[in-house]
């Protein structure tokens, strides 16, 4: 038996044949758009063409910083951040259920059910919490047929709180999985060790699991921050009047084809989740987590 | 090897908390949707819930009429399938590069993954653009290539874990017996992953019929699905929209629930001798045909 299949004898170039239509992907249609897109970002605007032109200048960035552009970037990412720990802090307790108190059939099922909605449509699913949330929802309803309240509780909708509800509720499956990827990892014996020896359910889940499972925490909290700071529809169709996010504004910019400005804005946020990402992969050996899918 | 869950004892209360917990995070996924299918299954005007008796196909019957839809959906259709027809074999011979790897695999695996987090109203606003400067105008196949950097790290994912279904071993004992690569490739990884595969196809399809932000810069004429409804649901609610909601949401759930119950009846015939304590395989039976590697031998170990 050989270590590598059919790779034995010919490491490196069948890998690499392998490789290449994934890799000419990525290469074509991601990094070459976003790195054209960063350095047009340095270009000038041309009146003349509505295009631009190869003279270099740092006009959109200066920009970025006007009419309220940088308090769009902090609302994006406070929204992000906060979509990010609710997030997260549930999904902790959801991926223990997975990992360590459910029997592996339940845990496959779990898994399943956390998964299946990310194939659904994320319009629909924002869009139905207009249906939950809005003036004559479940939610209003219920509270005024309680007598919880006495008029529609208007917060509710088109505000941030609708916002990182439906954000959390698309995006805990970024959450959760990466916590249970670092769950498959854990020795069994250790947490048995911690029982034999006395500890109770919460210390053992403070002084030996959680520190663990920190890895995945951390990645599915990155995970989902990225995942939110990219996305418009949550904000568009749940969000207040004046709402906006990243996407919303580069949408924006774009109607009046102010290209540079774009791609400035692009490029600031590519460059700021390359960043994470690597980061993330420096101090978390992310990658370490896939290392062993397939084998 | 042990079939019951980690912790079984006494939790202090740990166990229901998370479990509740784990309960909320499943409501807040579902809840919207399920209110949205039976909702537009209310025949008035006013929405909301009514009794199970009262259910009519009302505002399903008038979406036949919409010829904007079905055009919409016809886009969006040829979009997925395309989308799904290129992922999976791309996606599968990644997975196949990522074996063959040694060193590399991680980052190689990581670089596929981090496709899914450029945003994609960026990565649509950048794609436009270019293709726009080489010349190709937009249309159905533009939103393709769009979608498929966006369904490529799950198509990867999944024929990954469809992969360990085939083990080394096996393809080595096809190789002593006379099989050239191909060969071994064809009669003994295809068979063994077809499920994966199936599964790889329909879950890029999906991806890409319910993809919005990257064919919103990359559509020619004809909107897909997506942007079409996305139109409609700002543009004041006819009941019809929670119709085509529900039906875009039936849709989707069916096809992976479809997949899950291949998955669930190949369980059932691997059963003696799959199930093992390790969580693990847990997320490996996620993918269809993961089953048959799932025995006794992968339990000795492949490594």
């Not at chain 1, 890799?23 to 970002?41: C, D, H, N």
């Not at chain 1, 568009?236 to 504004?249: E, F, N, R, V």
């Not at chain 2, 726009?132 to 024929?159: E, K, N, Q, Y």
Request: charged share 10%; with cysteine.
């Amino acid at each position: 038996m050989t270590p590598h299949g059919k790779a034995a004898g010919r490491p490196g170039r069948p890998a690499f044949l392998l490789a290449l239509p994934s890799l000419v992907v990525f290469v074509g249609v991601g990094v070459i758009p976003l790195a054209l897109i960063a350095m047009w970002s340095l270009w000038s605007f041309d009146p003349d063409t509505y295009w631009i032109k190869p003279v270099w200048t740092l006009a959109s960035y200066v920009a970025l910083l006007k009419n309220g552009r940088s308090i769009v970037f902090l609302q994006t990412a406070s929204l992000a951040a906060l979509t990010a720990t609710v997030s997260t802090l549930l999904a902790v307790p959801a991926a223990t259920v997975i990992g360590l108190l459910s029997p592996p059939r339940r845990a496959t099922l779990l898994i399943a059910l956390f998964t299946i909605p990310f194939f659904t449509s994320g319009l629909v699913r924002a869009f139905a919490w207009r249906l939950v949330l809005g003036r004559e929802g479940i939610i209003n309803n219920a509270l005024i047929s309680l007598g919880l309240a006495s008029t529609p509780v208007e917060w509710l909708l088109f505000s941030d709180f609708a916002v990182v509800l439906g954000m959390v509720a698309a995006y805990l499956p970024f959450a959760i999985i990466p916590i249970v990827l670092v769950f498959t990892r854990i020795e069994h014996s250790v947490i048995r060790a911690s029982q034999d020896l006395g500890a109770g359910f919460w210390r053992m889940f403070f002084s030996i699991v959680l520190p663990l499972i920190m890895p995945g925490i951390v990645a599915g909290f990155l995970f989902v921050f990225v995942v939110a700071i990219g996305t418009s529809m949550e904000v568009q169709l749940l969000g207040g009047a004046g709402a906006s996010s990243i996407s919303i504004m580069i949408n924006d910019v774009m109607r009046v084809v102010n290209f540079p400005l774009a791609f400035s804005i692009a490029t600031v946020v590519v460059v700021l989740l390359i960043a994470l990402i690597v980061i993330a992969n420096h101090t978390l050996r992310l990658s370490l987590m896939f290392e062993d899918l397939g084998t | 090897m042990t079939l019951d869950p980690i912790i079984t004892g006494r939790t202090s209360g740990g166990r229901p908390l998370f479990t509740a917990i784990a309960a909320l995070c499943l409501i807040i996924m579902y809840a919207p949707a399920l209110y949205l299918l039976l909702a537009s299954l209310n025949p008035g005007e006013q929405l909301g819930l009514v009794a199970p008796s009262h259910y009519s196909l009302t505002w399903y019957v008038a979406l036949v009429d919409d010829r904007r839809l079905f055009a919409a959906l016809e886009e969006s259709a040829i979009v997925g399938l395309a989308t799904a027809v290129l992922a999976t074999p791309i996606g599968l011979s990644a997975a196949l590069a990522y074996r063959a790897m040694t060193r590399t695999r991680s980052l190689f695996f990581l670089v596929i993954l981090s496709a899914m987090f450029v945003p994609g109203t960026i990565e649509g606003l950048g794609l436009s653009v270019v293709l726009r400067l080489v010349r190709v105008s937009p249309s159905w196949f533009t939103v393709t290539i769009g979608h498929l950097l966006w369904a490529l790290p799950f198509a990867v994912t999944v024929s990954l874990i469809g992969l360990s279904a085939v083990k080394t071993s096996t393809i080595a004992a096809a190789r002593d017996l006379g099989a050239g690569p191909l060969r071994a490739f064809v009669d003994v990884t295809l068979p063994l992953m077809r499920g994966s595969l199936i599964s790889s196809f329909i879950f890029a399809f999906l991806l890409s019929l319910n993809e919005h932000a990257r064919a919103y810069y990359l559509v020619g004429r004809q909107n897909t699905l997506p942007l079409y409804m996305f139109g409609a649901m700002n543009s004041g609610a006819s009941p019809t929209i929670y119709a085509f909601s529900g039906a875009i949401l039936a849709v989707s759930f069916a096809a992976v629930g479809l997949v899950l119950f291949a998955v669930a009846r190949r369980q059932s015939s691997y059963r003696l001798g799959s199930l093992r304590g390790d969580r693990g395989k847990a997320l490996d039976q996620l993918s269809v045909g993961s089953f048959r590697g799932a025995g006794p031998i992968s339990a000795a170990g492949n490594r």
